[in-house]
Structure formats: structure tokens, C-alpha cells
Nanobody, 117 residues
Framework: QVQLVESGGELVQAGGSLRLSCAAS????????MGWYRQSTGKERDLVAR????????NYGDSVKGRFTISRENTKNTVYLQMNNLKPEGTAIYYC??????????WGRGTQDTVSS
């Protein structure tokens, strides 16, 4: 059974940086597209960033372009999200997802990130 465990979320001041990690177990993510999504209170879950397995190409939500970077380390079965210049509107639960490629869709339980103004 595939499991994804996110970590790294915490309280941070606006303008600060955080790195989230998503550790997978139960299968290799090397042929999986991987995604980070976020959901703020009362809002829908939106795509933050996605990385493809074939060539590690990436795409980002418009609100995070130029500030966030998704990366993967297949040898550690882990995906990262480097977040810089954080904004209060980025306060949300951040979820990791097996997001296509040769893999079923699987969600992690999320990690809370709170950005204070």
C-alpha cells in the first residue's frame, strides 16, 4: 500500500522560506508524476506545482511562479517543495500527491503551513 507523508509545514513570517518534504513508501515514485496542492479554509484544493517523471519538467500555479520550486530525489523516494517569499494568502494545508505517469492517484494527509503578516 502506497503512503505519502508530508513534513516541514510550520508558522513562518511573510517573506520567509520553507521547504516541504513528501516521503513515499510502499512503491517507488521513479515513474510517477508528483504534485503539490494546497487548500485554504473554505476554498478548493488547488495545484501548486507538478513534476513529471520522464524528464523532471515542471509546471506551477500562477500565484507561486517564480517563488516556489518543486524537485524530486528518486533515490530517497522523496519530493520537495521549496517555498520562498511566502505570503499570508499561502496559509493552507499542503498536500502531496502521486499524480499520474505510471502510478495511481494517491494523496498524503497534508502539512499545515501558516504565514503571518
Amino acid at each position: 500500500q502506497v503512503q505519502l507523508v508530508e513534513s516541514g509545514g510550520e508558522l513562518v513570517q511573510a517573506g520567509g522560506s520553507l521547504r516541504l518534504s513528501c516521503a513515499a513508501s510502499g512503491r517507488s515514485i521513479s515513474t510517477c508524476d508528483m504534485g503539490w496542492y494546497r487548500q485554504s479554509t473554505g476554498k478548493e484544493r488547488d495545484l501548486v506545482a507538478r513534476i513529471r517523471w520522464e524528464d523532471s519538467s515542471t509546471n506551477y500555479g500562477d500565484s507561486v511562479k517564480g517563488r516556489f520550486t518543486i524537485s524530486r530525489e528518486n533515490t530517497k523516494n522523496t519530493v520537495y517543495l521549496q517555498m520562498n517569499n511566502l505570503k499570508p494568502e499561502g496559509t493552507a494545508i499542503y498536500y502531496c500527491k502521486l499524480d499520474g505517469g505510471n502510478c495511481p492517484d494517491v494523496w498524503g494527509r497534508g502539512t499545515q503551513d501558516t504565514v503571518s503578516s
